[in-house]
T-cell receptor, first 114, second 111 residues
């Protein structure tokens, strides 16, 4: 079984500042994918960034980057130059390739202070 | 490609009634997943189809829950004899390869 833990129920950051959301996971798989999804209020889940476990290089998508520490089973998300539109629930998820798709954490509510 | 569509967006039903939700995946995606999301929680896996075959259904919450994907296209999720505890957002996702695309979900309220 896979588990994902997000220890920060809520984070707040000033607009234009940088924030890091934490995620740890556990899996017995050697090859897997890790994801960060954004879910704005009453809106659909949107993929922010994806990391393949066999790739050592950290994934980056514009203002979003990850710090993937495979040995520590840690997968944090850094958002640079935070914008008001970044306010949402952020979910960390793992896909071990089994038939149960993605396993999600409980989420972190990100607040952007203007 | 219009993304993953779910219908209806909202459903209010009386306890004991049956409800059915529909999901239309991205046409090229052969895998389809149903999740349930309750307030303040991450999505919880329910069931999985590869084409028309339901390959995992042991996580369906009870025998009141069932899902189909006839002909490997759209899928339906049915809840029979609804209970107040069934109130939640029901999400559908389709996948090909290592990416997942989610629909907007169906919010079910059982009164």
């Amino acid at each position: 079984a896979q588990t994902v833990t997000q220890s920060q129920p809520e984070m707040s950051v000033q607009e234009a500042e940088t924030v890091t959301l934490s995620c740890t996971y556990d899996t017995s798989e050697s090859d897997y994918y890790l994801f960060w999804y954004k879910q704005p209020p009453s809106r659909q889940m949107i993929l922010v960034i994806r990391q393949e476990a066999y790739k050592q290089q950290n994934a980056t998508e514009n203002r979003f980057s990850v710090n993937f520490q495979k040995a520590a089973k840690s997968f944090s998300l850094k958002i640079s130059d935070s914008q008001l539109g970044d306010a949402a629930m952020y979910f960390c998820a793992i896909d071990g390739g089994g038939a149960d798709g993605l396993t999600f954490g409980k989420g972190t509510h990100l607040i952007i202070q203007p | 490609d219009t993304g993953v569509s779910q219908d209806p967006r909202h459903k209010i039903t009386k306890r004991g009634q049956n409800v059915t939700f529909r999901c239309d995946p991205i046409s090229e995606h052969n895998r389809l997943y149903w999740y349930r999301q309750t307030l303040g929680q991450g999505p919880e896996f329910l069931t999985y189809f590869q084409n028309e075959a339901q390959l995992e259904k042991s996580r369906l919450l009870s025998d009141r829950f069932s899902a189909e994907r006839p002909k490997g296209s759209f899928s339906t999720l049915e809840i029979q004899r609804t209970e107040q505890g069934d109130s939640a957002m029901y999400l559908c996702a389709s996948s090909w390869g290592a990416g997942y695309t989610f629909g907007s979900g169906t919010r079910l309220t059982v009164v």
